[in-house]
């Protein structure tokens, strides 16, 4: 009887100890969006070529990324309407890079570059980067 309930100690053991192995392997982390160009609150001329450059990371596998112009709330604008980036990807790794012409006239100086990146569990991130467009450089002299 003693010897009987040992096996089913090791046993219950057994079952917790594979269990919290399997468990190591789930997503536990939201992707990461890493964009190092352009830089927030960038400086853009009209008539200009935007250069675009960003990793996207998941500690398991990516799954789609979509980036696209808009306002601050993430709704496309007309002058931007076809800089709109969407695609399946897989891996733990991606190198996103985009050149965006810039028109020579805008309705407004001021866009946001909106970046939204899904992993293979369904986690979701975000990142948005303000643009500032003019005729002219903004900065401060």
């Not at 675009?52 to 112009?69: I, W």
């Not at 303000?130 to 002219?136: E, I, R, S």
């Amino acid at each position: 009887m003693i010897l009987k309930n040992k096996y089913k100690q090791i046993g219950v053991l057994g079952l917790l100890l594979l269990g919290g192995l399997s468990s190591c392997k789930k997503d536990k982390e939201n992707p990461i969006i890493t964009v190092s160009s352009p830089a927030n609150h960038s400086n853009i001329m009209l008539g200009s070529t935007l250069d675009v450059q960003a990793v996207f990371t998941d500690d398991k596998e990516l799954a789609e990324y979509h980036v696209h112009m808009g306002d601050q709330a993430g709704e496309h604008v007309h002058d931007f309407h076809d800089v709109e980036y969407t695609k399946s990807i897989t891996g733990d790794s991606y190198q996103f890079s985009e050149q965006i012409n810039i028109p020579e006239m805008l309705s407004s100086e001021v866009y946001y570059l909106h970046f939204e990146l899904t992993d293979a569990e369904g986690k979701i991130s975000t990142e948005r980067i303000m643009l500032h467009v003019g005729a002219h450089d903004h900065g401060h002299e």
